[in-house]
């Protein structure tokens, strides 16, 4: 069957089963294959982490950890768990593809269903969260397998040696 064909039948079944959260994505396989000035990437080109086995967490989710805690937190609770205001996203990126997350964090998301308010603000045009988007997303890919655990990684790589220029460059 032509892939557009199946991406539609998929699309019609899941409709039709009424599954309001059902994605036909999953984020796939976290393992790191590659690596580019020290951000790892899996098999699919996403951005992942690399944690080794004396512990030591990648300096891209080290540096997420402490952006999550900058921007994230306030809302989403500590190490990623969620609180009474904002799910956990330990439990939502279990789902969640890369590009699904790049798009919530930009765009923002209302629950109109929810009887509570729930609103997630449009953070698009900030850049201390868009400049770090790679690397809020690398460490809670790692809080969602349970690669890091809660707290500050007591371990991390050195600093990429182009990763000051490209933050430089971002924040302008
Ligand atoms: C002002 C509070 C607030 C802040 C700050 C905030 N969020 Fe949210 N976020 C929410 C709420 C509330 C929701 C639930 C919205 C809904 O269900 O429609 C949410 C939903 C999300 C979702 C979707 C979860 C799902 O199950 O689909 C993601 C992903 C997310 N937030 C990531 C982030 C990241 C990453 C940051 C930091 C860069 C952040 N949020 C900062 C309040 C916040």
Redesign the pocket.
């Known amino acids: 069957m032509p892939n557009f064909a199946r991406t539609l039948l998929i699309t019609l079944i899941l409709t039709a089963s009424g599954a309001p959260f059902a994605r036909a994505e999953m984020p796939g396989d976290p393992a790191a294959v590659s690596q580019d000035d020290g951000k790892y990437a899996d098999k699919d080109g996403n951005p992942t982490y690399k944690v080794g086995p004396d512990g030591k967490v990648d300096f891209y989710s080290y540096t997420g950890f402490v ?2 805690s900058a ?2 937190l ?3 609770g500590p190490d990623g768990l969620g609180s009474t ?3 956990s ?1 330990v ?3 279990k789902s ?1 593809t890369y590009n ?2 790049v798009g ?2 930009a765009g923002g ?3 109109v269903s ?1 009887a509570q308010d ?4 449009s ?1 698009g045009e900030n850049k201390n ?1 868009m400049c770090y ?1 790679d690397a ?2 690398i460490y ?1 890919r790692a809080r969602s397998t349970d690669a890091i655990g809660r707290g500050r990684p007591a371990d991390h790589e050195p600093k990429p040696p182009g990763y000051s220029d490209a933050e430089n460059s971002c924040m302008g």
Not at 118 to 121: D, G, H, K, Q
Request: hydrophobic fraction near 50%; proline fraction near 6%.
């Open positions: 952006r999550y921007n994230c306030q809302c989403h205001y904002a799910p996203l439990d939502a990126f969640l699904e997350v919530i964090v998301k209302k629950d929810a729930l609103v997630m603000p953070l969260v988007i809020i997303y809670l």
